[in-house]
Every structure is written in C-alpha cells, then in structure tokens.
C-alpha cells in the first residue's frame, strides 16, 4: 500500500482516506473541539500524508504515522487560530486519584470539549498521546511544571464537570 501512495496512486489514496478518516476526524476533534475545524484539520493532515508518504520509514504503524501527522496539525491549527495562555504555577500540587467514577451516560467527547483549550491539549497530548511533560513542554514551548498544572487542572475540571453531570442525570431521573 505504501508504494502505491509513494506512486501518487489515486485510488491508494482513497483507500486510506477511507480506512482511518473516521478514527482521525475523531483524533482531530479532540484537539479543536468543533467539528468543522476537526474537518479541516484532518483534510490538511491527510494532504500532508500523502505529499510525504516517502518519509514514512515503516518503523511503527502506518495508522501512528498518520495520527502523528493528525495531532500536529491541530497543534499548528489551534496556535494560528486561538488564543489561549498557559499560566507558570509556582504552588503546584498533584492531586490524588479519585475512585473510579461510574461514567455511564457521560459522553467522553463532551467532557473534553467542555475544557479550557489549553487544559484540552495538554490532557490530550498526555493521556491520548502518551507524550511526556517533557515531550509536551517542547511542542507547546511551555514550562515542565506548567504542562503538569494544566494536567492536574484539567484533571480536577472534568471531575467537577462529571459530578455536575450526575447531578443533573440524578435529578432528572427523579
């Protein structure tokens, strides 16, 4: 498959637009958090896929390669297009683990738009992805402590969030 897209084989191309655009929109809507933006997103992405496909080394997924290629051009869409602001936290504390939440009725999707973009990006860039803060630090030209705050704030957000939703789930089924 991969020499046929180093070919520029059209229906090569089509193949593979067709195997993973559905996982990758999903890839891409987590970071934009709008559908529309995710569209767009994916379709630079996969035009980049293919205008360089040859320096796909088949080391590790072609699916990796591609979701790579996905997440970087959100990373590129969203520092364009928003405007957001990562504070440096001095008083940073890890917060402890809760008990595994009944999540039942929760979309995941939801709970991630619901957040801050940059609490988003980086809970997505280190739970999703499994980079490093260190890793993360680098790709959004950030502090270390600063992508571990975000974490822990955007960790602590989406606890109140699925307590808010409980709530309201509770409540209307009384």
């Not at 709970?111 to 260190?134: A, C, G, I, Q």
């Not at 955007?154 to 606890?159: E, F, P």
Request: charged share 35%.
């Amino acid at each position: 498959m991969v020499r046929l897209l180093i070919k520029g084989d059209r229906l090569a191309q089509k193949e593979v637009f067709e195997r993973y655009s559905p996982k990758m929109l999903s890839v891409c809507r987590t970071y934009t958090g709008d559908l529309h933006n995710a569209e767009d997103c994916m379709i630079r992405a996969f035009v980049k896929v293919f205008k360089s496909i040859s320096s796909y080394s088949s080391i590790g997924s072609l699916e990796g390669w591609i979701r790579r290629i996905m997440v970087n051009e959100c990373l590129d869409f969203l520092r364009a297009n928003k405007n957001f602001v990562f504070l440096d936290e001095i008083d940073f504390v890890e917060e402890p683990e809760d008990e595994q939440q009944d999540l039942s009725g929760i979309d995941a999707g939801e709970l991630l738009d619901s957040l801050p973009e940059n609490y988003r990006m980086v809970f997505n860039l280190f739970v999703l992805e499994d980079y490093s803060h260190k890793e993360i630090s680098k790709i959004l030209n950030i502090d270390e402590m600063t992508s571990r705050t975000q974490l822990s704030r955007a960790k602590k957000r989406l606890r109140e969030i699925i307590v808010e939703r409980k709530q309201i789930r509770d409540e209307n089924r009384a």
